[in-house]
């Protein structure tokens, strides 16, 4: 079997995982693992996304409306990743294939330092023929401190392991130019760099997942500019995973085709921090004007007109321009206090140079 892609990023979501009572679907879960099983052993690198431990809990223990949702959310988990992880060491050990958990949090990702401890931690796994199965701690996560849903914290990890591609599974085909639910509907099965799809995307979220087709895009086209190529895919269709990774074959999905510009490392880890921006700086329009041209420039402290919040040398911070939008977002080589001395200035050293500059 020749192959389009040898280093790869599986998600499968929770409604691919779960039947609809929210019980596990073993069947399903088995013939997911025969596939990777198959592209594990033809030299494919996998790191597998898996949504499904809040159902599994969910199934075990029913539903207790006295608890709120976080408490529900915390105890579903612990119960149900227990049951997943351990299905999943079953039907991987029928392969002879051995896999490691990898429990994670949105503020693992908030510092570089965490960030490669991460990437470290997955890439020994993977240099040792251990495939990692990651999937958020929901037993000490609490909402604010959330990923969106595993979309989200696919892309993050599909970014972070430089993989080729990332397949996110969901329970339909990929992005359709209509309803889903009306036979005249097609699958869009292409979409190229700032192509406009606003019209076709449906915003009702998934049945056991807590995001929908407009935070797959949104993850989507940021993973496809950052030069990986991404597909959203059924992971109930027979073989998915090999069909897509078959060069001669061609799979029902949506692809967003990947950037031919190179990201670097560090520009991957800032494109995934907004959440973690530790202050604002505000811009004048002239260096709003040369951020956003076609030439990469840094941030120079001439173009600073205000400083809000605290933050220390080497934190993300947001770029606020004169209308209060959010240009982008960087890394400051100086402190706060430092920023405010400087701005306005001429002849300073940049306080974001642009190969720590990202532009949303």
């Known amino acids: 079997m020749s192959l389009r892609y040898k280093k790869i990023a599986v998600k499968i979501g929770s409604n691919v995982l779960t039947r609809k009572d929210g019980t596990l679907d073993i069947t399903r879960m088995s013939a997911l693992v025969d596939q990777i099983a198959v592209l594990h052993k033809q030299g494919v690198e996998i790191v597998l996304i898996s949504s499904g431990a809040v159902a599994s809990g969910r199934s075990i223990l029913g539903v207790n409306k006295k608890m709120n949702i976080v408490d529900q959310r915390q105890l579903y988990s612990a119960v149900g990743q227990a049951k997943l992880i351990n299905h999943y060491w079953d039907l991987f050990r029928e392969h002879n294939i051995t896999v490691g958990q990898v429990l994670t949090m949105k503020e693992n990702f908030s510092s570089r330092r965490h960030y490669l401890n991460q990437r470290n931690c997955m890439q020994v796994m993977l240099d040792n023929n251990v495939i990692p199965i990651v999937n958020e701690n929901d037993t000490v996560s609490v909402s604010e401190l959330m ?6 914290l696919s892309g993050l990890i599909a970014s972070m392991m430089d993989m080729e591609a990332l397949i996110i599974l969901s329970n339909i085909d990929g992005i359709f130019n209509g309803s889903p639910t009306l036979p005249e509907s097609k699958v869009i099965p292409k979409i190229e ?12 979220k998934s049945t056991f997942g807590r995001g929908g087709m407009g935070t797959k895009t949104t993850i989507a086209r940021k993973i496809a500019d950052e030069g990986i190529e991404v597909y959203i895919a059924n992971g109930k269709s027979e073989n998915i995973l090999i069909k897509l990774l078959n060069e001669k074959e061609n799979a029902i999905s949506t692809h967003f085709v990947a950037s031919k510009e190179s990201v670097s490392s ?57 209308d209060g939008n959010t240009l982008g977002i960087g890394k400051v080589w100086c402190d706060s206090k430092k920023a405010v001395e400087i701005a306005g200035k001429k002849n300073q050293r940049p306080i974001i140079h642009c190969d720590y500059l990202y532009l949303e």
């Open 147 to 152: 990923f969106t849903d595993n979309d989200e």
């Open 193 to 204: 760099k700032g192509q406009d799809i606003s019209d076709f995307i449906q915003t009702s």
């Open 266 to 322: 560090v520009k991957k880890w800032i494109a995934h921090s907004q959440g973690f921006a530790k202050g604002e700086i505000h811009i004048d329009a002239n260096a709003a004007k040369a951020l956003t041209g076609e030439k990469a420039v840094s941030l120079l402290p001439i173009g600073v007109v205000k400083v809000t919040g605290e933050f220390e040398k080497d934190d993300i911070v947001s770029i606020i321009d004169p």
